[in-house]
C-alpha cells in the first residue's frame, strides 16, 4: 500500500531550528513535495526533491534519501508565522498527471 | 504572481442535490487537478485532468463525481447528488508540465463544502 508517515505535532522557540521528518512507502516514486498549510487555507508549495540531497532555498531546506524512504524539512530562524501544518507528498508515478499521496502533516507551534 | 482561483469560497446545500465547484487554472498550466481533505484529515487526491480527458482518478471518485473544462479557462467538479460525507474542503490543483520541477502542482485556496 501507500503510506506516509510524519510526526502529528511538534513545538519549537522562535529564533530555533527545527526538523519535521517524513518517511515513506510508495508503489513508485517520482518525486517528493513539502508544502506548508496554515488552518483553513490551501497547501502552499515550499520544496520540491527528486534526487538524493540536500536542497536549500532560504531559511528552508528539505533533504531525500530515496533508498530509506526518508526526506526532512528544515526550517531556520524560526518565526511566529511559521506556526502551520506542514504536509510531506510523494508523487509516485511518472505518468502525466501523476497524483500526489499526502501525509497527515505535522502540526509545528512556534513559541515566543 | 498567477494563482489558481475557486468559487465560491463556501457553499452549504442539502442533500442530495447538485453542487458545481469552479476553479480557474493558472494560464500556461497544462494539468489539473482536484483534491479534498475532511476536516482534521489528510489531504486526499480525488483525480487529474489533462488534454480534454481524466488521466486518473482514485475510489472516492465515483460515478456522482465528474469533471469539465467546458472553455479555455474554466476547469468544474460536478457532484450529482451530494452525500453527507462530502463535507470537505475541496482543493483545485494545477501543475505546468508532468516533468521536473514543471510537475509541482499549485493549489487554489479551496471550496468549503457543507451538506446538512
Known amino acids: 500500500g501507500q503510506n506516509i508517515d510524519q510526526p502529528t505535532e511538534m513545538t519549537a522557540t522562535e529564533g530555533a531550528i527545527v526538523q519535521i521528518n517524513c518517511t515513506y512507502q510508495?508503489?513508485?516514486?517520482?518525486?517528493l513535495f513539502w508544502y506548508q498549510q496554515h488552518a483553513g487555507e490551501a497547501p502552499t508549495f515550499l520544496s520540491y526533491?527528486?534526487?538524493?540531497g540536500l536542497e536549500e532555498k532560504g531559511r528552508f531546506s528539505s533533504f531525500l534519501s530515496r533508498s530509506k524512504g526518508y526526506s526532512y524539512l528544515l526550517l531556520k530562524e524560526l518565526q511566529m508565522k511559521d506556526s502551520a501544518s506542514y504536509l510531506c507528498a510523494v508523487r509516485d508515478q511518472y505518468n502525466q498527471g501523476g497524483k500526489l499521496i499526502f501525509g497527515q502533516g505535522t502540526e509545528l507551534s512556534v513559541k515566543p | 504572481e498567477p494563482e489558481v482561483t475557486q468559487t465560491p469560497s463556501h457553499q452549504v446545500t442539502q442533500m442530495g442535490q447538485e453542487v458545481i465547484l469552479r476553479c480557474v487554472p493558472i494560464?500556461?498550466?497544462?494539468?489539473f487537478y482536484w483534491y479534498r481533505q475532511i476536516l482534521g484529515q489528510k489531504v486526499e487526491f480525488l483525480v487529474s485532468?489533462?488534454?480534454?480527458?481524466?488521466?486518473?482518478k482514485s475510489e472516492i471518485f465515483d460515478d456522482q463525481f465528474s469533471v469539465e473544462r467546458p472553455d479555455g479557462s474554466n476547469f468544474t467538479l460536478k457532484i450529482r447528488s451530494t452525500k453527507l460525507e462530502d463535507s470537505a474542503m475541496y482543493f483545485c490543483a494545477s501543475s505546468q508540465t508532468g516533468t521536473g520541477m514543471g510537475k509541482t502542482q499549485y493549489f487554489g485556496p479551496g471550496t468549503r463544502l457543507l451538506v446538512l
Open positions: 494560464s500556461n498550466h497544462l494539468y
Open positions: 510508495t508503489s513508485g516514486f517520482n518525486g
Open positions: 526533491n527528486v534526487l538524493d
Open positions: 485532468f489533462y488534454n480534454n480527458e481524466i488521466s486518473e
